[in-house]
């Protein structure tokens, strides 16, 4: 080849490398894992609900708690929307990367999360794995390794969630069992819900077998932790607050809020006192 032929093949190369790097800036931003629904003005605050759950969950609590705009997430395949990007593969994890380039590609200046159950691993995620994206989390009824809730390790539950997700198939022979399971990552009406229920046995599954534990010293922003202890007896209190404790010991730091008399969904069991917590959380 020439020495000019050459040249002018280097000069194509370039030409055919800007072309595609424009093109690739050009592409619009598609979510194929969640849709957000954007309401109100001020600092950003991006609410994120649990397994199965609709982001309806946080409506009493957005009117409540004016001052801010709220991004309210919807995991695809949940509460009645299409699967979509979350027709395969993991679903916490992926949509945790997905969020993520919502808020760079949105410019958020560091907002909060706030996540409910499974909602609140998707935030810890956020907030470990892309360390620029989230300016303070609150999670709200979840520990780092979901497992802990039934008193196992992630490593030992796998079986019983590699059962699980295959079980979700013929729901209906343990629908009560999987209800109260379910219950503890997110919706406890989740058969009512109309969520696909491939997504749901792999989200199940993998809450089952996460553990975000080793990755708590990689959340650099302050971490809320407000809990529910359903029973207000001296000895349930106690057991209840040793598990959080232990649960997020590598981040000494974290603020540990018990919420007494209240289920799985605080923000509705207990609307008063969330949104007392909520409010001084995002001052």
Known sequence: MSRVAFKHLLLLIG?????????????????????????????????????AASRGV???????????RYHLVQVAGFAGEPARGNARGRVAASVADELARYIAHKRLKRPALVGHSMGGTIAMMIAARHPQMAGKVMVVDMVPAPAQLFGASASAVRP?????????????????????????FGSTDWMESRSDTDVVARSLHEMAVTDMTPELANVGVPLLVVYACPEP??????????????????KPDATLIRIDRSGHTIMADQPARFRQVLKRFLK
């Open 160 to 184: 019983l969630a590699d059962l699980l997700r295959t079980e979700l198939a013929g729901v209906a022979a343990v629908r009560q069992q999987l209800k109260q399971v379910i219950g503890r």
């Open 58 to 68: 946080w409506g009493r609590t957005v009117s409540a708690v004016p001052g801010y």
């Open 233 to 250: 007896s001296r000895l349930t209190r106690p057991a209840v607050d040793r598990l959080y404790a232990r649960a997020y010991a590598r």
């Open 15 to 51: 030409l055919l490398a800007a072309l595609s790097s424009n093109a690739a800036a050009a592409a619009p931003f598609s979510l194929q894992r969640i849709s957000v629904l954007v309401t109100g003005k001020g600092p950003d605050v991006v609410l994120i609900p649990g397994l």
